[in-house]
Nanobody
Framework: QVQLVESGGGSVQAGGSLRLSCAASGYTFGIRSISMGWFRQAPGKERERVAMLDSAGSTTYADSVKGRFTISKDNAKNTLYLHMNSLEPEDTAMYYC???????????WGQGTQVTVSS
């Protein structure tokens, strides 16, 4: 059974850093060759794509996080990361990990981890 479990969220002051982790399990061949990504959703707002890491290893970022966030993964640990620096109050949201694109959409989702940035 596939499972994605996020961790690493918390409360920080503006300018601080956090590292989110997404531990994946249940994938027959691990996460080496699957697309994965991070999304976020703030109260009253639509879910937003934050950072993507495709099966070839290419990364894309939302304009709002470029230069501040970095997505990476450790295939041996089956873990996806989101390194977040220079955090801003606007980054406050529930952050979700997603994996395995099917027909252009991510099939698997984690439960989310809350990030709160205070000014």
């Amino acid at each position: 059974q596939v499972q994605l479990v996020e961790s690493g969220g918390g409360s920080v002051q503006a300018g601080g850093s956090l590292r989110l982790s997404c531990a994946a399990s249940g994938y027959t061949f691990g996460i080496r060759s699957i697309s994965m990504g991070w999304f976020r959703q703030a109260p009253g707002k639509e879910r937003e794509r934050v950072a993507m890491l495709d099966s070839a290893g290419s990364t894309t970022y939302a304009d709002s996080v470029k230069g501040r966030f970095t997505i990476s993964k450790d295939n041996a640990k089956n873990t996806l990361y989101l390194h977040m620096n220079s955090l801003e109050p606007e980054d406050t949201a529930m952050y979700y990990c997603a994996a395995l694109k099917v027909a252009g959409n991510f099939r698997d989702w984690g439960q989310g981890t809350q990030v709160t940035v205070s000014s």
